[in-house]
């Protein structure tokens, strides 16, 4: 069933076009993997779907309410998570703190730490001073306590040791099988495509591939081509 | 030297007050990053309610509730034009949209107010609560300082006892994440600039029968509260307490030494001087190094 459908979604910044006539969907229980190049227009396209940034036109739509003219907070509490880039943890305030400003009703701190046990032992710890992991392990428990229907998370690997980023993407993926719809920004493609269902890649704002992740990963020739912003290539019918 | 106690302790009102100011332009720095210069002015709005309709005939405690209910409304007001159309500015950015709304207050204020023509403040607390050393510690000192250690207090539990203080925690750190976890970030914002024009008010109620009770000398109060947060670093609230107490007792025995009584108003100024040169030391000794 899908969550989120993106509709023709345009975005600027400065009055210039970052992000043009995009349509995506984020089903649940799948994981929806954006792709491509610096400046491509990952980071912006999540900004635009969480109200972080206006869109200049198209539709957000999660279980069919559109969105795209609603404040951040109120697409939060429609079910739209968004994890940023950069670990945004609430740095001053310590981790079981940084929860429950998070914690929406129904929601319980014991699935934050189920998720992540090793987020239980550093519950009184200040933000600031956890790892890197430790960081980006938070703000995705932190997502999770607003009861999203839809998650987005934004290069979560990056700066992080391979370890930790496969840890990571086994938390996402159960998360994923636990029946949330997932759209994931990645620039570590082989490890996205591993564990994502269907593969979105932009070039220049704009999505050149749609299909399926597992037949992107056998052709890494073409998603080379498609990351270099080459030729563009009409997007695989549904 | 019984003058000179005499004056320090006449120096408690106003010390309580600008404590009290101060505490909350901390408040507000804190929790919604602007460095407030519209704290007084806002304070000084409700209290010019109460002023009118006490001069109309109201009895004095509904003026009051009134005149606290037009400084909440007021901090409200200003509070909805920075978060509205300032949010995402910057810190200096949203400083000096304050001291232009402070100006802007000013003016109308003094319109609506005669500008210097003299009113009838009502003293809401005369008379002597206690004596210290022989010297008379009216009821609107121990007042103004007593309101000033409650509203610390108060700041302290309701930000780390509170869900709403959590929140406002997080909102201070990092607008946009708490945003997005689904905080209402704007209705908490309101909600400091309303606590804080409420107290702003209640205390110029008590401090304007001792000063001239005019728009801009009551808005003007800024200076020495913005001076007190500075003690504070603009992140202590206990620091700022003290540091406003002390402007307050300094000011008032300044005033009973004849040569630096004419320089008195300047003693804030000095304060706010030597913080920010203290302040630099370190940077300083570094380029120095």
Redo the contacts between chains.
Sequence with gaps: MSRLVVSNLSINRAELPVVTSVDLIAESGAISVVLGANGAGKTTLLEGL?G?IPVAGGTIAIDGRELQNA???TR??EGL??V?QGR?V????TTD??L???L?PGADMAEAYALFPELLQRRAVKASLLSGGEQQMLVIA??LL?RPKVLLIDEMSAGLAPVIVTRLMTAVRKLADDGLAVLLVEQFAALALSIGNRAYVMSRGRVVYDGDCAKLRQSPDELHRLYLGGTEVPAEAN | MNALLTSAVAGLTAGGTYALLGVCAVFTYRLVAVVNFTGAAIGAAGTFVLIALYEAGFPIWPSVLAGIAAGTLTGVAVGYIMTRSFGEASASTKAAVTVALLVGLIAIGLRLTGGQHPHNMPELFPGSAFRLAGVEVTIASVLTIGLAVLFTILSDLFLNRTKVGLNLRALADRPMAAELLGVRVQLLSLLVWGMTGAFTTFALMIIAPQRSPNFMTLSLLVVPALAAALVGVFRSFWWTLAGGIALGVVEGLASSIDSVSQYRSAIPFLVVLSVLLWSQREARWDEAR
Excluded: C, K
């Design positions: 969480s972080i404040r951040p907070g939060s509490r998570a968004h940023e945004t609430f740095r001053q305030l703190e940084n429950r400003v998070s929406h932190r997502a607003t």
